[in-house]
Every structure is written in structure tokens, then in C-alpha cells.
Nanobody, 116 residues
Framework: QVQLVESGGGLVQAGGSLRLSCAAS????????MGWYRQAPGKQRELVAR???????DYADSVKGRFTISRDNAKNSVYLQMNSLKPEDTAVYYC??????????WGQGTQVAVSS
């Protein structure tokens, strides 16, 4: 089955940390660019971080220095370590995969809520 399954969301106080995980199945994970996006209520979905098949990563300015994306090709998984969380990080976080042909796949999302 072709799918991305996120986990690790939850409620945390400002300044706290969470680690999101995304497990992929049914795709050629090692050659896919993996990303994390988020969508807050009333806002458009935005890129948070992404990591290429070669391990190069980039981040939204708003999370640089606080979030770290990583991947484990042996486990077909991508992670997002989120530190120093702020209330404005509250959103539904989505895992995304883009294969070498440009085809996209999305996960169902996981809620992250940061209280002040």
C-alpha cells in the first residue's frame, strides 16, 4: 500500500520539544525528496523543511535553528525534531514525498499544539 503515516504530534508548552515521524510504504523512499509541511487554521499550507535523496536539507526561515529534518533510508522514515517550540508553530503537520518523476504523496497529518 502506498502511503505516508505521520506520528508524534501532541500538545506541548512553549519552549518544549516534539519529534515527528513519518513512515513510508509502497514508494522508492531512498530516491524521494521528503518534506514536512504545516497548515495553521485559516492559513495556507507551507513548507517547513525538506531533505533530498542525497541528504541536503533546507528550512523555512521561521524554523531555522530550531527544527531539524533527518531521514533513515533503512527504515523508510523521515523525522522532524522540533525544539524551542512557539505558539505560532501550532498547526497540522503533513509529511510529503516527491519521487524522481515529480509525483507527490501526502500523509494524513498530525496535530501539533503549542501552549503559551
Amino acid at each position: 500500500q502506498v502511503q505516508l503515516v505521520e506520528s508524534g504530534g501532541g500538545l506541548v508548552q512553549a519552549g518544549g520539544s516534539l519529534r515527528l515521524s513519518c513512515a513510508a510504504s509502497g514508494i522508492i523512499f531512498r530516491s524521494s525528496t521528503m518534506g514536512w509541511y504545516r497548515q495553521a487554521p485559516g492559513k495556507q499550507r507551507e513548507l517547513v523543511a525538506r531533505i533530498s535523496s542525497s541528504g541536503n536539507s533546507d528550512y523555512a526561515d521561521s524554523v531555522k535553528g530550531r527544527f531539524t529534518i533527518s531521514r533513515d533510508n533503512a527504515k523508510n522514515s523521515v523525522y522532524l525534531q522540533m525544539n524551542s517550540l512557539k505558539p505560532e508553530d501550532t498547526a497540522v503537520y503533513y509529511c510529503n514525498a516527491i519521487n524522481t518523476w515529480g509525483r507527490e504523496l501526502w500523509g494524513q497529518g498530525t496535530q501539533v499544539a503549542v501552549s503559551s
